[in-house]
């Protein structure tokens, strides 16, 4: 394989973990957001203030897992370019 090929399979490569560590920091931060709405919710669920929260916490919790999903399927097509490439470099 060429030395420009190579770089092209290596910078695909990288991209693929940098968007899977991102994915993986998205959902540890829905963790958070979840664990924030729990301790909210056990201490002062009754209070209509809280409960405003609560609801804006899941909201943000939403669009993060939307996020996550966006993430994953980058990833995914991602890894189907590099397989390409590989066929097309391996055949070369």
């Known amino acids: 394989m060429g030395d420009s090929k190579?770089?092209?399979?290596?910078?695909?490569?990288?991209l693929i973990?940098?968007?899977e560590a991102y994915q993986g920091k998205l959902q540890e931060n829905i963790v958070v957001?979840?664990?924030?709405a729990n301790v909210c919710d056990?201490?002062?669920g009754s209070d209509a203030i809280c409960q405003k929260y609560i609801?804006?916490?899941?909201e943000a919790i939403g669009e993060?897992?939307?996020?996550v999903q966006t993430a994953a399927d980058i990833?995914?097509?991602?890894?189907?370019?590099?397989?390409?490439a590989n066929d097309v470099y391996g055949s070369i």
Request: proline fraction near 0%.
């Open 33 to 36: 957001l979840n664990n924030a």
């Open 17 to 19: 973990a940098q968007v």
């Open 75 to 84: 990833a995914k097509a991602l890894k189907a370019d590099l397989a390409a």
């Open 42 to 44: 056990q201490a002062m």
């Open 64 to 67: 993060l897992q939307k996020t």
């Open 55 to 58: 609801a804006q916490l899941n």
């Open 6 to 14: 190579q770089l092209e399979t290596q910078q695909l490569e990288a």
